[in-house]
């Protein structure tokens, strides 16, 4: 067995993390369309974007209880000894949770668009923002389980990093007025998708964001792996 299908194996394992990161947003879609009526679809489908932004948010819980697990079973340090090097590992769970989230995405997405229909709407601009924002979510679960010491420290400190993207990225709330927030991955996704024809800027950004995410994660697991020699 293939490293990328030990990952997958290990996936496959904990189903009940697995239905939770699929399944929560479906469950809520369903649960905020039985309880609004015809008269306000508008509100609910503009609600509906939001959740879909969710969806991607909760990658950065189970992408960071996943490293974390793999962290704690010491396996990384048998990967050192096969010769199997730090890009490869993170590349390796990367790849793996990048097709949960976007099968959580496209699972929610279908939803939207029975219910919705036309509230949603999806082309390259907003595919490629999805992509980044996943990419940005998922190396920030890594880095906050390479930052903590136990799964429960990493529980704790991406539930907390989840609420704030939450709360600051206009899904639940307004948008903070401060400009800042405006930036944050998460709030420029949540505008690619409320307004389709948004400038390449938001892209731009998403993509400085990812890539820095992912440079500074691999640097700092990198070094901890060696520290350890």
Same mark, same amino acid.
């Given at each position: 067995?293939?490293?990328?299908?030990?990952?997958?194996?290990?996936?496959?394992?904990?189903?009940?993390?697995?239905?939770?990161?699929?399944?929560?947003?479906?469950?809520?879609?369903?649960?905020?369309?039985?309880?609004?009526?015809?008269?306000?679809?508008?509100?609910?489908?503009?609600?509906?974007?939001?959740?879909?932004?969710?969806?991607?948010?909760?990658?950065?819980?189970?992408?960071?209880?996943?490293?974390?697990?793999?962290?704690?079973?010491?396996?990384?340090?048998?990967?050192?000894?096969?010769?199997?090097?730090?890009?490869?590992?993170?590349?390796?769970?990367? #790849? @793996?949770? /990048?097709?949960?989230? *976007?099968?959580? $995405?496209?699972?929610?997405? =279908?939803?939207? %668009?029975?219910? +919705? !229909?036309?509230?949603?709407?999806?082309?390259?601009?907003?595919?490629? #923002? @999805?992509? /980044?924002?996943?990419? *940005?979510?998922? $190396?920030?679960?890594?880095? =906050?389980?390479? %930052?903590?010491? +136990? !799964?429960?420290?990493?529980?704790?400190?991406?539930?907390?990093?989840?609420?704030?993207? /939450?709360?600051?990225?206009?899904?639940? $709330?307004?948008?903070?007025? =401060?400009?800042?927030?405006?930036?944050? !991955?998460?709030?420029?996704?949540?505008?690619?998708?409320?307004?389709?024809?948004?400038? /390449?800027?938001?892209?731009?950004?998403?993509?400085?964001?990812?890539?820095?995410?992912?440079?500074?994660?691999?640097?700092?697991?990198?070094?901890?792996?060696?520290?350890?020699?």
């Amino acid at each position: 067995m293939n490293f990328e299908q030990r990952i997958l194996k290990q996936k496959f394992r904990d189903p009940l993390s697995l239905f939770l990161s699929v399944g929560t947003t479906p469950f809520f879609l369903i649960f905020f369309h039985s309880l609004i009526d015809r008269e306000t679809q508008i509100s609910f489908g503009r609600l509906a974007l939001g959740i879909l932004v969710f969806s991607i948010i909760l990658l950065v819980f189970s992408a960071g209880l996943l490293f974390r697990q793999e962290l704690d079973n010491g396996l990384h340090s048998l990967y050192r000894l096969l010769g199997i090097n730090s890009s490869r590992i993170l590349f390796g769970f990367y #790849g @793996v949770s /990048l097709a949960e989230g *976007f099968v959580s $995405f496209g699972i929610s997405s =279908i939803f939207v %668009l029975i219910f +919705s !229909p036309g509230e949603l709407q999806i082309g390259i601009n907003q595919i490629l #923002g @999805v992509f /980044l924002c996943i990419s *940005f979510c998922l $190396f920030l679960g890594f880095w =906050i389980a390479i %930052l903590t010491q +136990s !799964p429960l420290q990493t529980f704790f400190v991406s539930s907390s990093i989840m609420f704030l993207l /939450l709360l600051f990225s206009g899904i639940l $709330f307004p948008m903070p007025k =401060i400009k800042v927030f405006s930036y944050l !991955p998460t709030a420029l996704v949540h505008s690619l998708l409320l307004e389709p024809k948004s400038n /390449l800027t938001h892209l731009g950004f998403l993509a400085l964001e990812s890539l820095t995410i992912a440079l500074v994660v691999f640097i700092h697991f990198d070094f901890k792996r060696k520290s350890l020699l």
